[in-house]
């Protein structure tokens, strides 16, 4: 039975167990220790430190091989499509590392800043594989952006036309772009994650669609690839996706009267499991239905079924990573619908900013022993001064948990360290990678003279030239306690 504090977790039963389909794939006890991708957390935590987020790189790739082979079977031309592009969306965890694996994997990468297309390109992705994503592309990211000669931009707004359009005419090139429509499908989601309904930032209104796409095609500096949607994140089953893709193919049917319109990209959000309570639909079912949806809309309009892009994130590293922390402070609180014990731990909002943000829910487990303890609900507070500093929510452990235990969250490889901050001045933590039995650095643990070398009252330096444009190339400093960890 539900307990009142917690009414979305299910009955407690062994608080030592992992999830399936919640841990990475690779997770198991050991002599009561917790191992991700063969190696014991706690060893980890000896040689790094506390806290730190580690994905299992196997997993990742494994997860990126087998969304994209599942499309491509769903749109390949035997199964009636035209081919299918896979975008890993890298706003969900962008580093040098991980933008080699996607590439190594046959997926494109999608970046939505300045900042993400450097990371991309310095880690040697061409350029003609990535996409530009925003809302409110600056003048100096679009000139990045053709400079560098990426594949596309998706528009965003009417006004980006015009300046794409200027920058690719100055760079003496075409540039080929998409157009952000906002399809009017809600999606199942958080609000602030669902991003096509009417009352939001991004997208284009389909009733504006046409103008905008008539002035494209005056633009000789740029091309139309395509139209783009994106309907929100964390969505479960296929439906929302299938009927996003209805509508868009009847714009497209549309669009596409004047002049050639070969693509279609609708966008990504598929869902994971953060608790035993979640249950997405698995990514090849997926696949196939927005498959059928997408033919049988193209067949009833008369017209070819265009080449499909995709964008998934979360989807791809999600599972394949946990956060490790150190249990610092216990603390009971008796309540009038029952009692709950405070688990405070050595990072918090600053690493995981979700819980935060949208009440998002974790699973946690202690990773350095297993214990017979009952079961007692815990909440798990960050160390930071906001009482909304949650870790999770609400979750079984051992009631025996104590001071100096080891906890790791699992499902935190997506946008924990994307969306991580020094509030209260605190050092991000690293980002460590797994593979065959090995760990390894892909970010730094951010110092304390990291997080204070911009402050001129403590740092002085002399007057500097004019920052360079985002996603230019700058000298890396070589002193780790000049600048911020490097990707």
Known sequence: MPHPLAPHLTDAGDPNALAEGVWPASAERVDGALRVGGVDLARVAEQHGTPFLLVDETEVRAR???IREAFEA???PEAGGAGVDVYYAGK????????????????????????????????????????SHGNNKSLAEIEAGVTA???TFVIDSAIEVERIAAAAERAGRVQRVRLRISVGVHASTHEFLA??????????PIDEAPAIVARIRELPSVELAGLHTHIGSQIFDHSGFAESARRMLALHAELGEGAPLPELNLGGGFGIAYTAADSPEPIEAIASRLADAVRTAASELGIPVPRIAIEPGRWIVGPAGVT?????????????????????????MSDNARPALYDAQYSARLA??????EPTLVRVAGHHCESGDIVVDAEWLPADVEPGDLLAVAATG???????????????????????GAVRVLVRRESIDDVLSRDEGLYPSAPLAASPPAGSEAPRPDDDTTGAASA
């Open 64 to 66: 990126a091989r087998r």
């Open 149 to 151: 000669g990426i594949g």
């Open 324 to 348: 490790v922390y150190s249990i610092g402070t216990i603390k009971p609180v008796r309540l009038a619908d029952g009692a709950r014990t405070y688990v405070a731990v050595d990072g918090g």
């Open 74 to 76: 769903a749109f390949s």
């Open 92 to 131: 969900a965890l962008l580093t040098g590392d991980v933008a080699r694996w996607m590439q190594g994997e046959g997926l494109r990468i999608d970046v939505c800043t300045g900042g993400e297309l450097a990371i991309a390109l310095r880690a040697g992705v061409e350029p003609a594989l990535i996409g």
């Open 368 to 373: 350095n022993r297993v214990s017979d303890a």
């Open 414 to 436: 997506a946008y924990c360290h994307s969306l991580a901050s020094n509030y209260n001045a605190t050092p991000r933590p690293p980002v460590l990678a797994v593979a065959d």
């Open 195 to 204: 991003t096509s309904h009417e009352d939001q930032k991004f997208g284009i």
